[in-house]
């Protein structure tokens, strides 16, 4: 059992369970999986993607803010390789902004890719903070994460199971909801915050 620098999901510095994503957790702590190079904002103690200058929670900027140290690389997993949880080794994810992890799932509303364990989003549209439920993306078979260039001037995004549908469509080509309902705050769910 070497030191090599590949790592899998799971094994490697990752400090995930065996078979998960370095620094997935979903176990009764309730701790979001973090990876090397994420941070905690001073502001609002949020954890944000490696990649991102400002909160994208609160728009605080993260000036000299430090990575947080959990998550990516929590101690030597059971394989010995070094990859930081994820194909493609332990630099993945700390320059650049990263692919997206298994489960992690863009907000139909505002566009911020949230963290697979969020069940609503924490990114901000117009100032103000977001709060769309996580659509029902697989009871609708819609993929969790969309690329950028899918979507077309006057395409609207159903809140509901996260479909992007034509602008001339009236309901949603995946639920069949209306477009006026699928596209309401009654989807949003300013009720407790989750734990950063």
């Given at each position: 059992m070497g030191m090599g620098g590949g790592g899998g999901y799971g094994m490697g510095m990752g400090g995930g369970h065996m078979g998960r994503p370095g620094g997935w957790t979903d176990g009764p702590t309730g701790r979001l999986e973090t990876r090397p190079g994420d941070w905690r904002c001073t502001q609002c103690a949020n954890i944000n993607f490696s990649w991102r200058d400002k909160c994208n929670k609160c728009e605080q900027p993260r000036?000299?803010?430090?990575?947080?140290?959990?998550?990516?690389m929590g101690g030597m997993g059971p394989m010995g390789g070094m990859g930081g949880g994820y194909p493609g080794g332990m630099m993945q994810g700390m320059v650049g902004?990263?692919?997206?992890?298994?489960?992690d799932w863009d907000c139909p509303r505002?566009?911020?890719?949230?963290?697979?364990?969020?069940?609503?989003?924490?990114?901000?549209?117009?100032g103000e903070?977001?709060?769309?439920?996580?659509?029902k993306f697989e009871q609708y078979g819609v993929a969790l994460v969309k690329s950028r260039d899918i979507k077309k001037p006057g395409d609207w995004n159903c809140y509901r199971c996260g479909?992007?549908?034509?602008?001339?469509?009236?309901?949603?080509?995946?639920?069949?909801?209306?477009?006026?309902?699928?596209?309401s705050d009654t989807f949003?769910?300013?009720g407790d915050e989750e734990i950063a």
């Open positions: 000036g000299d803010t430090p990575a947080e140290n959990g998550g990516g902004k990263p692919e997206a992890r298994p489960g505002c566009g911020n890719l949230n963290f697979s364990s969020r069940t609503k989003c924490n990114g901000t549209l117009e903070s977001c709060w769309l439920a996580k659509p479909n992007i549908n034509f602008k001339i469509r009236e309901e949603c080509n995946k639920c069949q909801l209306a477009k006026e309902e699928a596209t949003r769910d300013e």
